[in-house]
């Protein structure tokens, strides 16, 4: 005997692609699965690399963590103005030890193409990326695309330009 349409058959069907649509909804595109990471994650600062680099604890694990939007002046490889005076600067605002929190950024990707984890850094209520700034110990920074608080780091930047603060001052600004 033929099914009918909307018999019991095309019922379950129906059911079955229903119960499979969420599952489908939450899985991430190539290169999305960064999304499902937690926004908030609480490490332990082992060291700090440079002036947009510091390495953590995190979950038991090591990680590297570049810091988003903010660049410093090399310390390494070939040495730029200001770059150790921005790595000092890092180093006043944290130590081994120290706990911080770290905060991802959906604008972004999760890792650098050195691997580093991509977020801001936070140590007691205050965001370091944007202290280095106010500083002007570093430079606003967009890689690829722009990121949730770039409207707040340029105020901080033009701020510290105007006042010659950090590199501004010590090397006239920012080698490219």
């Avoid at 095309?10 to 909804?25: I, N």
């Avoid at 390495?55 to 070939?78: A, C, L, N």
């Avoid at 150790?84 to 950024?105: F, T, Y």
């Avoid at 967009?142 to 510290?160: E, G, I, M, N």
Wanted: with cysteine.
């Amino acid at each position: 005997m033929p099914m009918r349409p909307g018999g019991p058959a095309v019922a379950t069907l129906a059911v079955l692609l229903l119960a499979a649509l969420p599952a489908c909804a939450q899985s991430p595109a190539a290169g999305e699965a960064n999304h499902d990471r937690p926004l908030k994650t609480k490490a332990v600062v082992d060291h700090v690399a440079d002036g947009d680099t510091i390495k953590v604890v995190v979950g038991g694990r090591e990680e590297y963590v570049r810091f988003i939007g903010i660049d410093t002046p090399e310390v390494y490889g070939t040495p730029e103005c200001g770059g150790a005076q921005a790595s000092a600067s890092m180093k006043r605002l944290l130590e081994p030890g120290d706990k911080v929190k770290l905060i991802r950024d959906r604008s972004q990707g999760n890792v650098d193409v050195y691997d580093r984890l991509l977020r801001y850094v936070v140590r007691r209520g205050r965001d370091l990326g944007q202290v280095q700034i106010k500083k002007g110990w570093a430079r606003v920074y967009v890689y690829d695309r722009p990121f949730d608080r770039l409207s707040a780091y340029h105020r901080a930047q033009t701020k510290a330009r105007r006042a010659d603060r950090g590199v501004w001052g010590l090397c006239g600004g920012f080698e490219s």
